[in-house]
């Protein structure tokens, strides 16, 4: 259905690392319909909270999707991070590449609109990682960098002739080339506008602007309507009594979505086509 990866994080009743993405999501699947969910945490899409939480303390918690149980937001997003750099380490190894932590300059992405605490928190969270596990940390190894400015790197190296869609002649490798960077993300939407200058280097024309109207956005406004016809009473029941049912439904919507034409025109109230 994806190929891009769930932000889902699956923890057992020591609140010790299970599993990640789409095998937190099938894990937590099976638990469910075994029955044998109730002292385990599952977290989803929990990135979006460093966004919406204006006052992000080191003790602020998260609620995992029963809404029964809560975790500090901290130890959720460390054991993340503590995931992706030992499953890319893993994977070097098996490919016969010994590196180690401390040989890799180490690049945390975040959305550009989030702001200086919520990046700050992110940093943390990696630093604590390197503490916990005993690993070499050096702090000239992490960097963090906006993921329009990360994508707008990547873009450098594609060969926009060949891009559907493109202009003919049109290249970002040029000197002098002015290029917008949309960044359509689970979470947020970044907007930004670049210029290829000298020396290979790229300036930012345009700060980057945008907000949380990501595709979760879209699913929340489904959940909203979906409350509306139903209850709340009713909704909030199936969540706590019912968690395979909804996750059921959480899974259907995503499918549904994904099949919307976007060339497709509604005519009428656009609140009801939503």
Not at 30 to 46: A, G, Q, S
Not at 189 to 213: M, Q, S, Y
Not at 242 to 255: G, I, W
């Amino acid at each position: 259905m994806s190929f891009k990866t769930p932000t889902c994080l699956l923890l057992d009743s020591k609140r010790e690392f299970v599993a990640f993405g789409f095998d937190a999501e099938d894990q937590w699947t099976d638990l469910l319909y075994e029955e044998e969910h109730e002292e385990y945490y599952f977290f989803e899409r929990f990135k979006m909270n460093l966004h919406n939480n204006k006052n992000i303390t080191s003790g602020m918690l998260l609620e995992d999707v029963t809404e029964k149980k809560q975790l500090p937001a901290f130890d959720v997003f460390k054991l993340s991070i503590q995931y992706l750099v030992n499953h890319l380490l893993d994977l070097l190894e098996k490919q016969g590449n010994l590196v180690k932590h401390n040989e890799v300059r180490w690049v945390l992405t975040v959305p550009a609109i989030w702001t200086d605490r919520a990046k700050k928190f992110m940093r943390s969270c990696a630093e604590a990682f390197s503490i916990y596990s005993r690993l070499v940390y050096q702090k000239d190894n992490l960097f963090l960098a906006l993921e329009p400015e990360t994508a707008s790197i990547f873009c450098q190296y594609l060969s926009t002739e060949k891009l559907k869609g493109s202009e003919p002649g049109f290249t970002m490798t040029s000197e002098g080339t002015e290029y917008m960077v949309v960044d359509l993300g689970g979470g947020t939407a970044d907007i930004t506008v670049h210029r290829k200058v000298a020396n290979g280097r790229l300036k930012e024309l345009h700060r980057a602007i945008g907000n949380d109207c990501g595709g979760t956005a879209i699913d929340k406004r489904f959940f909203e309507l979906f409350e509306e016809i139903v209850g709340k009473t009713v909704l909030n029941s199936l969540k706590r009594e019912c968690p395979l049912a909804y996750f059921d439904l959480v899974r259907e919507f995503e499918s549904k979505k994904r099949t919307v034409e976007t060339k497709r025109v509604f005519y009428g109230n656009p609140t009801r086509c939503a």
